[in-house]
Nanobody
């Protein structure tokens, strides 16, 4: 069974930093597009950042210049470094591997699967 496990969330003051990590179990990790999404209370889940198998990255306008996504295929992990955090970044952050992020990146998904993690809470206080 494929698992995506997020970690690194927590409470931080505005202007601070957090580093989220997504650990994957699937053997197809190296060819999957991996992305981070977030959902705040009362809002729909939204795309934050994604990285393709070839290293292409895409960011939501709201996080450009503040967040950086990276991947380590050997460790099967994807990190999201979040700097200059704002209260509006408060949300549950989810990791995705597969079709959803491939579409967000505008790349072709080599495999037609779509995996989601359980999420990690990020809270940014004033």
């Amino acid at each position: 069974q494929v698992q995506l496990v997020e970690s690194g969330g927590g409470l931080v003051q505005a202007g601070g930093s957090l580093r989220l990590s997504c650990a994957a179990s699937q053997s197809t990790f190296s060819v999957d597009a991996i992305g981070w999404y977030r959902q705040a209370p009362g809002n729909q889940r939204e795309f934050v950042a994604g990285i393709g198998a070839g290293g292409k990255t895409v960011y939501a306008d709201s996080v450009k210049g503040r967040f950086t996504i990276s991947r380590d295929n050997a460790e099967k992990t994807v990190a999201l470094q979040m700097n200059s955090l704002k209260p509006e970044d408060t949300a549950v952050y989810y990791c995705n591997a597969g079709v959803t992020t491939a579409q967000a990146l505008g790349v072709v998904a080599l495999l037609r699967h779509d995996y989601w993690g359980q999420g990690t809470q990020v809270t940014v206080s004033l």
